[in-house]
């Protein structure tokens, strides 16, 4: 059997596994509640798995693995910043936010204050047009991702990649809602796992087998490859890792991944939840690490493709059928993280704008109708924009987090938060965010990531009050 076949084969038999369960959703989705939020009934593992698999998309198998390619021990720093990530959410967010959603059926909602509120009308137009304009990079990123997979099975153009991830993920994602994106994200989320443990196995064993992993990786010649501060010193030094621990701060502003919080069931046990996304969130980092050095010192890839060093080690080390399911797992980072963000928008504009509110049936149809937009619009982004998956996702990554992140921790730990403080803290964190991704201070991440990030927090502790 030839290699593509081999690998066309395993992917076809993953995706109509996608099908199915995106249709057995689509039967119990009768309105828009349920396509938002499907109906509070999530349990524990397919939360965390969920969640977890949303705000994980393909820059934490093929983005993580290049930076550490590319970067050599100074990758280490997204370590803190993304498990660092995942424990601010689980510990501090997931709990707080199921208990006090209440009617809420979107993350806007819940900062913006349901019709009526004070100032709801201009803080639900800032917020959904920040969600909308940041989903429509990250979207167009997950689906360059899927351009790069294609280009590696199938030797083709990366537009009939493009293509073919863009339109199976809106499928299904059309078909079930919510329901359908959180059953197939715990499916994705155990296969990108399950990937991340055994590709960098193989690839260590791999060195060990030809005199010792970290014999390897030192013999490495590359300026400042082994020095965890990448060869910078002094303020560069410091900001180098700020930036990169404070890609955790945009975890809890990111409306795709809290949703799923939302949408977990009153009596599901957090505690069981929690464990298994810290768990799945160690393995998954620590393994892209170690397969980007290993790939580095076991290969050489052209140059600016660092970030198929996945997909070279799988085609190195696995025969085509296993292959064809390390395909399907950037698949599986891609259309969980997609299917979610597309939700999102859908929700933005027909719940927060309030375009077809009060008929659940109508509003139904224009949510299914927005996703099908976004995701066209997406697509031909993803043709137009520069290819880099790592860059792409943490600009989006830092105007959600700075934008969202801030104002949602001083509401869920410290009560209320005025409206017009609210406000100010959304623009200034989404707008330094955006400023600092072009114009970076000291060192790239610093300015967008974490600067942007304390200046919105510090006005939306000024507009608090304490419960």
């Excluded at 504009?349 to 927005?370: E, I, K, P, S």
């Amino acid at each position: 059997m030839e290699r593509s076949t081999a690998i066309l084969l395993a992917l076809l038999a993953y995706l109509l596994g996608l099908a199915a369960l995106g249709w057995a959703a689509h039967r119990r989705t009768t309105d828009a509640r349920g396509f938002y939020l499907g109906g509070r009934t999530l349990g524990p593992w397919v939360t965390a798995l969920a969640a977890n698999a949303s705000s994980s998309s393909a820059w934490s198998l093929l983005g993580a693995s290049g930076f550490a390619y590319l970067h050599g021990l100074a990758a280490l720093w997204l370590l803190p910043g993304c498990v660092g990530g995942f424990l601010l959410n689980w510990f501090v967010v997931a709990p707080r936010l199921r208990r006090d959603t209440g009617a809420a059926v979107t993350l806007t909602e819940y900062l913006a204050g349901p019709p009526g509120a004070a100032w709801q009308r201009p803080l639900a137009w800032t917020a959904s047009l920040l969600t909308l304009a940041s989903l429509l990079t990250y979207v167009a990123a997950q689906v360059q991702a899927a351009g790069a997979a294609f280009e590696h099975a199938f030797a083709t153009g990366a537009v009939t990649g493009v293509l073919l991830g863009a339109s199976v993920t809106v499928a299904y994602t059309l078909a079930g809602g919510y329901l359908a994106a959180s059953i197939t994200d715990t499916l994705q989320g155990l296969l990108m796992v399950l990937v991340a443990v055994v590709v960098p196995a193989a690839a260590v064993l791999h060195l060990a087998d030809a005199g010792g992993f970290w014999q390897h990786v030192g013999a490495i010649d590359a300026p400042g490859y082994h020095d965890v501060f990448g060869g910078r010193s002094g303020a560069a030094a410091a900001a180098f890792a700020f930036g990169l621990c404070g890609i955790g701060l945009g975890y809890p502003g990111q409306p795709h991944a809290v949703n799923k919080y939302m949408g977990m069931a009153p009596t599901a046990s957090m505690t069981v939840a929690r464990t298994v996304g810290i768990s799945w969130a160690v393995l998954l980092y620590t393994g892209m690490l170690l397969l980007g050095w290993a790939v580095r010192a076991a290969w050489q890839l052209p140059p600016r493709q660092h970030e198929d060093a996945l997909f070279e080690a799988s085609r190195q080390l696995f025969p085509p059928l296993v292959d064809g399911l390390v395909l399907a797992a950037v698949l599986a980072a891609i259309m969980s993280t997609v299917d979610s963000q597309l939700l999102v928008c859908a929700s933005s504009v027909t719940h927060d704008l309030g375009f077809a509110r009060g008929d659940q049936r109508r509003q139904l149809r224009l949510a299914r109708t927005t996703v099908l937009a976004i995701g066209v619009g997406a697509t031909i982004a993803a043709l137009l924009l520069p290819k880099n998956v790592f860059d792409n996702v943490l600009f989006a990554w830092a105007a959600l987090g700075s934008g969202f992140g801030p104002l949602l921790l001083v509401r869920l730990c410290r009560g209320p938060v005025a409206p017009r403080w609210a406000l100010a803290s959304m623009l200034t964190g989404a707008g330094l965010a955006i400023a600092g991704f072009y114009v970076p201070l000291l060192a790239p991440g610093f300015a967008d990531r974490v600067l942007s990030w304390l200046l919105a927090l510090a006005l939306a502790l000024l507009g608090s009050r304490r419960r």
